[in-house]
């Protein structure tokens, strides 16, 4: 499988911006799912972003995140990123990357189960703070 290694997180303020990303080892299909889940302490694995690898580019969100993070790819393709603005104490928990080939009409609507991903990263904690 592919290797994939998470940063930049950390504590921020409620209310803050933080930037977190998402280096992938190995190549990037035109199929591929880019995705971002978090998991906070007693609560299930959820999906939060993905951005489809293939032609258009499309992204989905959750609906807590709407509006407030961004998930992006770089010029080369290998880093996902996801900005994170206006955080919220309920944001804390820790933030995994995955990839797996899935196409449009799962990766860029939502529909689809963390078990469908068969690559992640180790994960990063952000916590948000008063």
């Known amino acids: 499988g592919r290797h994939l290694v998470e940063s930049g997180g950390g504590s921020v303020l409620h209310g803050g911006s933080r930037r977190l990303t998402c280096v992938v080892s190995?190549?990037?299909?035109?199929?591929?799912?880019l995705a971002w889940f978090r998991q906070a302490p007693g609560n299930e694995r959820e999906a939060v972003a993905t951005?489809?690898?293939?032609?258009?580019?499309?992204?989905w969100y959750a609906s807590s995140v709407q509006g407030r993070f961004t998930i992006s790819r770089d010029s080369v393709g290998n880093t996902l990123y996801l900005k994170m603005d206006s955080l919220k104490f309920e944001d804390s928990a820790i933030y995994y990357c995955?990839?797996?080939?899935?196409?449009?009409?799962?990766?860029?609507?939502?529909?689809?189960?963390?078990?469908?991903?068969?690559?992640w990263g180790q994960g990063t904690t952000v916590t948000v703070d008063s």
């Open positions: 951005i489809y690898a293939g032609r258009g580019g499309t992204t």
């Open positions: 995955a990839i797996e080939v899935m196409g449009p009409p799962y990766c860029s609507t939502g529909n689809f189960q963390p078990r469908d991903f068969e690559d």
């Open positions: 190995g190549e990037i299909w035109s199929g591929d799912c």
